[in-house]
């Protein structure tokens, strides 16, 4: 894996929190969808693969969130990309602040250590 994006996409012209959170969860389904592993945090959800397919999903996002009535939108991305190596994975970084942890709950194959 050798790229890991951290995506905060923001419906500028939801009109409440619920519509707010009804957009982002069609954006987060597109990712489920994917079949890139992804971990979805209170402020952006992180996914990790390849670095064409990570882009790729980065452009779907903003299209999914359309697609669900949002016509203005501002999309944050954080990109880690080694061309040559392997990026450090979700897991890595936090699975030692959730061990035990009945909620933390990776998706599509982040593992638990």
Not at 67 to 84: E, L
């Amino acid at each position: 894996m050798n790229c890991a994006i951290a995506i905060q996409y923001l419906p500028m012209d939801a009109t409440s929190d619920e519509e707010t959170c009804r957009i982002v969860d069609e954006v987060i389904a597109a990712i489920d969808a994917s079949g890139l592993d992804y971990y979805v945090g209170p402020f952006e959800t992180t996914i990790e693969g390849p670095y064409d397919q990570c882009i790729d999903l980065l452009r779907e996002c903003q299209l999914a969130g359309a697609k669900a009535g949002c016509a203005h939108a501002m999309t944050y991305a954080k990109i880690d990309f080694r061309p040559d190596g392997d990026v450090m994975s979700t897991e890595h970084k936090i699975g030692k602040y959730h061990e035990g942890d009945p909620e933390y709950a990776p998706k599509a194959g982040l593992e638990v250590a």
